[in-house]
């Protein structure tokens, strides 16, 4: 695992809004099966390194490689790319007017060409995995919080990704349903999907991240296996950090 070629290489990313600087020329390679967890304050840039990685944001400097794709490429079927890489937001953004399973099966059906049946079979099976089967006839807005994220997470599997980004996936659930997701995010982690996971539970970091990035100001200031990086943070701002999180 720790010897295959990169699937995301970021180098030298840095990103400007206006005149603000969003990321300052940060550097990440996740290898494939990796679960990487990126924490840092508000504001540090975290989602736009997330969303640089799927390019819903462009960079200004510097190049990101997925699965051996430069995403500044002109040529990139980003389209393409993007089918391989699954992304979990923080709002769920389930399709209102579509069925807890037709939100699973449609992206399968209408990007992949999935035939219909083969669809609905997967989708049910990934609705278990996420321990909501029976909700497959219902509509998202008869879902908690955390029944519709893991709806999320499972619509997002349904395409078979290679690499899986969630971007603090459990900050808008009342604290009750975080586990729930959690749970589900540790069993993905354990089957050895490519995890880049933005979030502040450092329960969840500690068991399933291969590496905590911190970042602060546009910048990754601080990096390592867990252990290590909660025993002894090398940055100032990093253990600030934790001993306010902590
Ligand atoms: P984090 O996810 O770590 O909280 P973000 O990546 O969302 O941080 O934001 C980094 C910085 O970029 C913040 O100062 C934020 O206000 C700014 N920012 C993010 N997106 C935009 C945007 N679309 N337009 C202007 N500024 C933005
Ligand atoms: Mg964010």
Known sequence: ??????????TGAGKFFGKLKALDNVSL?????????????????KSTLL???????EIDAGRIVVDGHNLSDAAVDINRVRMDV??????FNLFPHYTVLDNVTLA??????????????K?????????IKEKAGVYPAMLSGG?????????????????MLFDEPTSALDPEMIGEVLAVMLDLAREGMTMVVVTHEMGFARQAADRIVFMDHGRIIDEG??????????????????????
């Open 1 to 10: 695992m720790s010897n295959a070629e990169p699937i995301i290489t970021v």
């Open 29 to 45: 390679t996740v290898r494939p099966g990796e679960k990487v967890v990126i924490i840092g304050p508000s504001g540090s840039g």
């Open 51 to 57: 969303r640089a990685i799927n390019r819903l944001e």
């Open 86 to 91: 699954g992304m979990v937001f923080q709002s």
């Open 108 to 121: 399968p059906v209408k990007l992949r060409g999935v035939p219909q049946e083969e669809a609905r079979a």
């Open 123 to 131: 989708a049910l099976a990934l609705l278990d995995k996420v321990g």
């Open 147 to 163: 029944q519709q994220q893991r709806v999320a997470i499972a619509r997002a599997l349904a395409m078979n990704p290679k690499i």
């Open 225 to 246: 296996p867990p252990e290590e990086f909660f025993e002894s943070a090398k940055h100032p701002r990093a253990q600030k950090f934790l001993e306010q999180i902590l």
